[in-house]
């Protein structure tokens, strides 16, 4: 069977210019689908497993840096991170009443109205953007701490996010932390 080059040519075109579109979507369909589920998956000793963009940052427990944690009346301040690790994670709660309840659901942004009283962020200094936008605001969703102690924190989160000044381009982001931790 002879085909024309003329019409072969036609075809393969036809092929690559709806073809490898088709597969570079699958493929990004495929990793967001990894990445959301993987969270849902712990496979190692984590104390941190976030995954938003594509992409999924761990902070192992026996590599966690000492928590810098701030524990007042009405105020607990905590930061995980690990070293050389271009990835951290902060969680700022006031006037929650935490302290007291041990565990908690917060529905952001309806929990933040008046006054800031839950903010998770996150920073990844791998982050192809501007410098002010490697840090990554926890803008909608809900947070569920399960338990908080002052060496303890068991928390999952599920929602959207952007970078500082990206608020119209929220990306999907979930997580959870598992840790104990000193001060």
């Known amino acids: 069977m002879n085909i024309p080059t003329s019409k072969l040519k036609s075809c393969l075109l036809y092929i690559f210019i709806v ?11 495929a990793q967001k689908q990894e990445a959301n589920t993987s969270v849902n998956n712990l496979n190692g000793n984590y104390a941190v497993e976030v995954s938003m963009e594509n992409q999924v940052f761990h902070i ?44 908690a659901k917060y529905s952001i ?11 998770l962020n996150f920073f990844n200094s791998d982050r192809n953007t501007k410098s002010i936008n490697k840090r990554i605001i926890f803008r909608k969703g809900i947070i569920k701490i399960d338990k908080l102690t002052e ?21 999907l982001i979930s997580g959870k932390i598992k840790a104990t931790f000193t001060q």
């Open 60 to 103: 192992q427990q026996e590599s966690l840096l000492p928590v810098k944690t701030i524990f007042t009346k009405d105020s607990i301040l905590l930061l995980f991170r690990e070293e050389e690790n271009p990835f951290q994670l902060n969680l700022n709660l006031t006037h929650t009443d935490i302290l007291v309840a041990q565990n």
């Open 19 to 29: 073809g490898i579109p088709m597969v570079v979507v699958s493929c990004k369909d």
């Open 151 to 171: 060496n303890e924190l068991d928390m999952t989160f599920k929602g959207e996010g952007s970078g500082i000044t990206e608020r119209d381009n929220n990306f």
């Open 109 to 119: 942004p309806d929990e933040n109205a008046g006054k800031i009283k839950v903010d």
